[in-house]
Structure formats: C-alpha cells, structure tokens
C-alpha cells in the first residue's frame, strides 16, 4: 500500500505541471491583463510596460510559468489587480464553499444511495419506474431554474429560510444552497446506485449470503451494497472538484461569496491571477480526491489489494 501511494504521488507530478500550464496558457490567452486593468481608457504607454515588467508579462510565457511556480511553492499566489492578495481572497473564500460543497456531498450520498437501493431492490416496478423519471427531470432542468424556484418558493413566498446567505453562514443556513448544488449529482449518484444494485442483486455470493440464512439487512450492508458502490465512489470522488469549481450559479443566486463568485469576478474582469491562483488548487484536490477514491477501492472491495 505505501509503495502504491507513494508512486501514485509521484504520477500527479506530470499531472500538476501539466494541468497547470495548460490553465496558465489559457488564462493568460484570453486577453491583455494590463489593458482589462484599466477597462475602456487606454493606458500611457510607460505605465503599461512598467506594469508588465513587474508582473513579468514582458517574458516569454514560460518563463513567466516558472516564475509563477516558483512562488507558488514559497506560499505567493500572486496579487488581484485591485491590490488584494490572492491568498486573502481565497481565505475569504474557501472556507465557505468548503462548507457548501460537504453540505451537498452528504445530501448526495446519504439521499442519493438510499434513493438508489430502493429503486435498484424494487426494480421494475412503479416505484422504481418513479424514481428513474423523477432523476430524469432533476437532470434535465437547469440548475439557475431550480435555484431560483427553490429559492423564490421557500425564502421569499414561504419564508422558511434565509433567500440570500451571509459570508459566515453556519451549516444549517446552507441547507438549502446545497440541496441546489446537490441536486444534479444526487440523481446521478441514484441511478448509479441503482444500477449497481440491480446488477449485483442477482449475483451468486448475495444468493450463497441468503442461503446461509443472514438476515436481510446484513446482506444488503455488508454484502450487497458494499460491492456495488465502487461507480458510486468514483463518481462521488470526481465530483467533489466539480462541485467546489461549479458551484457559480449556485453561489451567484444565493449571493455568496466563495470560489464560484471569485472565479466569475476574475473571468469577468480578466484577473488572470485570481482565476490561476484559485483553478490551481481546485487540481490539487482534484488529484487528492481521485487518490483517496482509489485507496478507498480496497475498503469496499476485499479482492483489490495495492502490492
């Protein structure tokens, strides 16, 4: 096992740098940082090449990639155009989405599999048959139309919660912000579970649990459902990035400031070093979250060993 992560932690390596100067390359792509700093006026000429030659623009590109690295690794993300440090907005920031996104992660898991083995165990009939045209609408309608109806129907007709969330909103104020993030990804994680279920279900070691006579729910726990969530974990794993870098519209309608409103302000106002800075962890968990994804392989299924 160890030998196993510690090669795991070398394979992310190339897939840091890689992946890193790929954004990198796009963001700086998009535009003239020095020219969207100043918006519709046209900056003095000596001004402007000043403020490239201290942000390094007047470089080639990789040149400019290896200095930026390099302060990464001292702990500088650089600075915003309006002379915040990157670090302190992503103080700012992280804490709460972080918050948003375990909100969302548990209602996904914890409603979402449920949901998944009652479907997958009454396969083919009408409760089943509900539940796959229920997932099928949440995924189908856009997430700004169920954020803005939920947030319409249950902050501002019925007032059972806050419609917009403050900067230190508490777990429970974000409730309602991650049932919306959630939503999508809950029904995929039910069809997922549900499929799993399904196909498993019928497999000889759940018929050999049977008729040694366990109990029902024994072989759904410790048998059933613990081989049939590897997708599930796969998916889950993937989706905690996504969710932490998705989560604009979600963060835009209930006007909260985390990583989503960051990297809209940055795009927005082409503040490369906000969007680099912030993309740049967001593959850091990435590539820690499929890791533990795989390590997580070996609890949940006996015949996979890491030599």
Do not use: C
Not at 25 to 48: C, E, H, N, Q, S
Not at 86 to 114: C, D, H, K, Q, Y
């Amino acid at each position: 096992m160890g030998r196993y992560v510690i090669r795991r932690l070398l394979q992310m390596i190339p897939v840091f740098i890689g992946s890193t100067f790929l954004i990198f390359f796009m963001v700086y792509a998009l535009g003239d940082p020095v020219a969207a700093l100043f918006g519709d006026k046209a900056p003095d000429p000596a001004t402007a090449a000043r403020i490239r030659k201290d942000l390094h623009l007047d470089q080639p590109l990789w040149r400019q990639y290896l200095l930026y690295m390099g302060a990464i690794f001292q702990g500088d993300f650089g600075t915003a155009f309006n002379g915040q440090k990157v670090t302190e907005l992503m103080a700012s920031a992280f804490p709460v989405t972080l918050r948003l996104t375990l909100v969302a992660i548990v209602i996904e898991i914890v409603i979402g599999i449920t949901l998944g083995v009652i479907s997958g165990l009454k396969r083919g009939r009408p409760l089943d048959t509900g539940l796959l045209v229920l997932t099928l609408v949440v995924i189908s309608v856009p997430t700004f139309v169920s954020g803005y109806l939920l947030q319409f129907l249950l902050g501002v007709k019925w007032g059972w919660v806050r419609p917009s969330v403050p900067a230190d909103a508490r777990i429970d104020e974000l409730i309602l912000p991650g049932v919306v993030l959630a939503l999508v990804s809950l029904a995929y994680v039910t069809r997922l579970s549900r499929t799993s279920i399904a196909e498993n279900v019928r497999a000889d070691y759940v018929r050999t649990a049977i008729a040694k006579g366990l109990p029902r729910h024994r072989v759904i726990t410790r048998h059933l459902l613990r081989n049939s969530l590897i997708p599930v974990v796969t998916f889950i794993g993937a989706d905690i990035g996504s969710l932490m870098g998705g989560a604009i519209v979600t963060e835009r309608i209930f006007n909260i400031h985390g990583v989503g409103y960051q990297l809209y302000q940055g795009i927005l106002r082409n503040n490369a070093p906000t969007v680099v800075g912030f993309v740049t962890i967001l593959v850091i968990v990435f590539l820690v979250a499929n890791l533990l994804v795989d390590l997580l392989y070996a609890v949940l299924d006996p015949r996979i060993r890491y030599a």
